[in-house]
Structure formats: structure tokens, C-alpha cells
């Protein structure tokens, strides 16, 4: 069973930055994809960006069309740490946001948050104008 612990929310103005911070503990799979999710107030939760991960290197990022450009995905192998920087933030990025891993490569399914079978708790990210 893994764990996932995020971190890093908080609140900023528009056209500002933060840095959201996965931790991972228990058992990794050798090959799985770490993604992060995000529910803003009144909507479904979405797939925002993802990474493949091969028995402990990174492979190819995903990213939703509505984050492209600002946000990036990565991890930190050694740390088992996924994380997300977003910058050029708008309001309408405001939403809770959720570290989610699955067994397997990402692939063009990485949105398919029913395949993910280990979720964080999540951290609340308000942007204001």
C-alpha cells in the first residue's frame, strides 16, 4: 500500500507561483504513474499533469490543455517526491489538489482518475485577483 502526503498550498495572486510537494511511502511499483488532480468549488475533479515513472527514472509528462505552459511536473527519485510547480497563476486555478499514483505507465489514459488507486489528502491552492 503506498501512502501519498501533499504539501505546498496556499494562497497567491494572480500571475503568482507556488510549488506543490508529493511524498510517497510504502511500496512503489518498478512501474507506475504519478499524477495530480485538482477539484475547484462546484465542479468534478480533474487530471491536471502527470509522469511516468520507471523503476526509479522519470519518463514522459502529461498535462491538461488548460495548464500547459505553466505548470510542470516532476519528481525527485531519491526523495520519492513528486511535485508541481505552477506559475502565471489564474483564479480559475483555485481548487483542492490531489497526488494520485497507479500502476503502470501513464499513457493517454493518465486522466482516468478511476484507474488510480492511491490518493493523498489533497492541499487547497486560492489564487485571488
Known amino acids: 500500500q503506498v501512502q501519498l502526503a501533499e504539501s505546498g498550498g496556499g494562497s497567491v495572486q494572480a500571475g503568482g507561483s507556488l510549488r506543490l510537494s508529493c511524498v510517497a511511502s510504502g511500496y512503489i511499483y518498478s512501474i507506475s504513474c504519478m499524477g495530480w488532480f485538482r477539484r475547484a468549488p462546484g465542479k468534478e475533479r480533474e487530471g491536471v499533469a502527470a509522469?511516468?515513472?520507471?523503476?526509479?527514472?522519470?519518463?514522459?509528462?502529461y498535462y491538461a490543455d488548460s495548464v500547459k505552459g505553466r505548470y510542470t511536473v516532476s519528481r525527485d527519485n531519491a526523495k520519492n517526491t513528486l511535485y508541481l510547480q505552477m506559475n502565471n497563476l489564474k483564479t480559475e486555478d483555485t481548487a483542492m489538489y490531489y497526488c494520485?499514483?497507479?500502476?503502470?505507465?501513464?499513457?493517454?489514459?493518465?486522466?482516468?482518475?478511476?484507474?488510480?488507486?492511491?490518493w493523498g489528502q489533497g492541499t487547497q491552492a486560492t489564487v485571488s485577483s
Open positions: 494520485a499514483l497507479k500502476k503502470g505507465a501513464c499513457g493517454a489514459s493518465w486522466m482516468r482518475e478511476y484507474e488510480y488507486n492511491s
Open positions: 509522469i511516468s515513472v520507471f523503476e526509479g527514472s522519470t519518463g514522459v509528462t
